[in-house]
Every structure is written in structure tokens, then in C-alpha cells.
């Protein structure tokens, strides 16, 4: 059996920076106006017993992972608006297990949270290019976490993005889809 925590993490842990220069913030920009086409791509063709899938034993399907992409994004957009907006605002956290097991999450149509994530991104992506040094530097606060910079933010969500990406198209390569 494979490593579990390669499965689990198949391009590692999230390691937060110590500090992010303009091209690497705008790398991850990229990444994140990129997520959507590419999970998009990493889909296409899937069957419903596919989508239905866990990417890991006891992990969640193919079809909870786009959902779950949807619910955090949206989460992390509304996080980076509040923190320019207002000084050091606290965020509300969410259980993001027990969301994936909401209906619509375990048995959704992807279609929906794809046309989602790309409008988002869309919208994220104008505002995170619109953002300068100052505004990279503020943060909320996360209740469980502390308190988080923007641009530390910005690297965990490049890396989020790419790591459920990697869950999908690991599964597809592994089962030969």
C-alpha cells in the first residue's frame, strides 16, 4: 500500500513562509487564476462512480474536493476583503468535515462549484492584482490560528489549490482513468 501521508499530502505539508517578494506573491497569483482550468481539465471525463471516488482510503471523494474548493475559496476571498477592509477583523472559522458531508457536497453536480470556483478566482484574482506591500501586510485574526498576513494567506491558498488539485489527478493516475 502506498504511503498514507504521501496520499494524504502528495506535494507536502503546507510550509508557511517567512516572507514572500513581489514575484513569488505574484506566482501565486497565477496559481490562483489558474486552479480553476486546470481542475476543469483534471475532471473532465469523469464518471459519476469516479467522481464518487475517495482520493484516499477514509478521505473524501473526487466530488467533495471540488465542493470543498468552492466553500474554502470562498471563505479565503471574503478573509482577504474583510482584512483591507477593517483592522485586523476576526474570521469566523468553519468545520470544513462537516460541510463535506452537507447533501449538496456528497452528491452535488461538480459543474456547479466548477462554474463557482471560476467566477471567484475570477473576481479574487482582480482584487489580489489590485492589492500592494501595504495591503499584503495586514491580517485578520483566525480564532484557532492566530493572527494570519495576507500574504502568508496567499502562499497557503497557492498551496491549497495545488494540493487538491494533486489529490485528483494522483487518484486518476494511480486507478488508470
Known sequence: MENMELLQYPIGRFQPPSQL???????????????????????????????????????????QLMHHLADSHMHAYLRFKWAVAEERPTIKPYDEKRWSEFPEARSGEIRISLALLEALHERWVLFLRSLGEREFARQFHH??????????????????????????????QRMGW
Open 21 to 63: 517578494t513581489p514575484a513569488q506573491r505574484a506566482s501565486l497569483v497565477n496559481q490562483i487564476a489558474a486552479l480553476p482550468g486546470e481542475l476543469r481539465a483534471a475532471v473532465a471525463g469523469l464518471t459519476p462512480a469516479q467522481l464518487d471516488t475517495p482520493y484516499r482510503p477514509g478521505g473524501w471523494t473526487v466530488r
Open 143 to 172: 480564532p484557532e490560528l492566530g493572527d494570519m498576513p495576507l500574504w502568508r494567506n496567499l502562499a497557503l491558498y497557492g498551496w491549497h489549490g495545488r494540493h487538491h488539485l494533486a489529490h485528483i489527478t494522483g487518484l486518476r
